[in-house]
C-alpha cells in the first residue's frame, strides 16, 4: 500500500514543471537545514522528503553545490529586502513610536517566514550561512547609521554624533537580532506587539540618555 502511495506521489511530481517544483525543492531544503544542518541537505534527502525520484529533483538542480547558492541566495535575498523595509517603516516625529513600528515590522517579517531567520539565529550556521549573514548585516547597519543618523539629530540634537554613531549602530542592531531570538524561541510567551513595545521603549530611552 505504502509502495502505491509513493509511486502516486513520483507520478504526480513528475507533471510538475522545473519553475513550480523548484521553490518546492528549497522549501524542503530549508527545513533540513534548519532541523539537521546544512550537512544534510542532498539531493537524495530531498527526494526522500519530498516522496519523489531523484532524477525529479536533479531536473531543477545539477548537484547538491547548486542547490545550496540557490537556497542561500534565496533567503538571503528576501531576508535582507524585507529588513530593510522594515527599518524603513520606521518614520515620523515621535521617537517612540517610529522605534516600536520599526520593531513590529520587522518581527511581523520574522513570523512570517519563521524558518529562514532559524537558519541563522536558531541553529548553527555553517560558514556558508554565516558568511552570508555577515554580508546582509553590514548592508543593514549602513541603512540604519543612515536613518538614525538625522532622526537622532532631529530629536534630541545629539552631541558628537559621529563619534557616537558606530556604538549606537551596532547597539541597535544587536538589539534588533535579540527581538528576533526571543520571537523565535519556543519557549517565548511575548506577542509581537508586546516585543515590540518593549524593545521600541527601551531603545528609545537610552538613545535619548546618550
Not at 68 to 76: F, S, V
Not at 80 to 100: K, M, N, Q, Y
Not at 147 to 176: G, H, N, Y
Request: net charge neutral.
Amino acid at each position: 500500500m505504502a509502495s502505491r502511495q509513493n509511486a502516486k506521489a513520483r507520478l504526480r511530481a513528475a507533471h510538475l514543471g522545473p519553475e513550480r517544483r523548484r521553490p518546492q525543492i528549497l522549501d524542503t531544503a530549508l527545513d533540513l537545514a534548519v532541523e539537521q544542518g546544512l550537512a544534510a541537505v542532498t539531493l537524495s534527502a530531498i527526494a526522500e522528503r519530498m516522496r519523489v525520484s531523484r532524477p525529479v529533483v536533479y531536473s531543477c538542480f545539477s548537484d547538491r553545490i547548486e542547490l545550496l547558492e540557490a537556497l542561500l541566495a534565496r533567503e538571503g535575498e528576501e531576508m535582507l529586502t524585507a529588513t530593510l523595509e522594515a527599518l524603513h517603516s520606521a518614520r515620523g516625529d515621535a521617537p517612540e513610536a517610529a522605534f516600536v513600528a520599526g520593531y513590529r515590522a520587522l518581527l511581523t517579517v520574522v513570523a512570517g517566514r519563521p524558518q529562514s531567520w532559524r537558519l541563522i539565529f536558531v541553529s548553527s550556521p555553517e560558514p556558508a550561512v554565516a558568511d552570508r549573514f555577515a554580508q546582509a548585516r553590514r548592508v543593514v547597519a549602513q541603512c540604519a547609521a543612515q536613518w538614525l543618523a538625522p532622526a537622532l539629530q532631529r530629536w534630541w540634537q545629539m552631541d558628537d554624533l559621529d563619534r557616537k554613531l558606530p556604538v549606537i549602530t551596532e547597539l541597535f542592531m544587536s538589539s534588533c537580532e535579540a527581538a528576533v531570538r526571543l520571537l523565535l524561541d519556543k519557549d517565548n510567551d511575548w506577542s509581537i506587539d508586546a516585543l515590540a513595545t518593549f524593545f521600541g521603549e527601551c531603545m528609545c530611552r537610552a538613545f535619548r540618555g546618550a
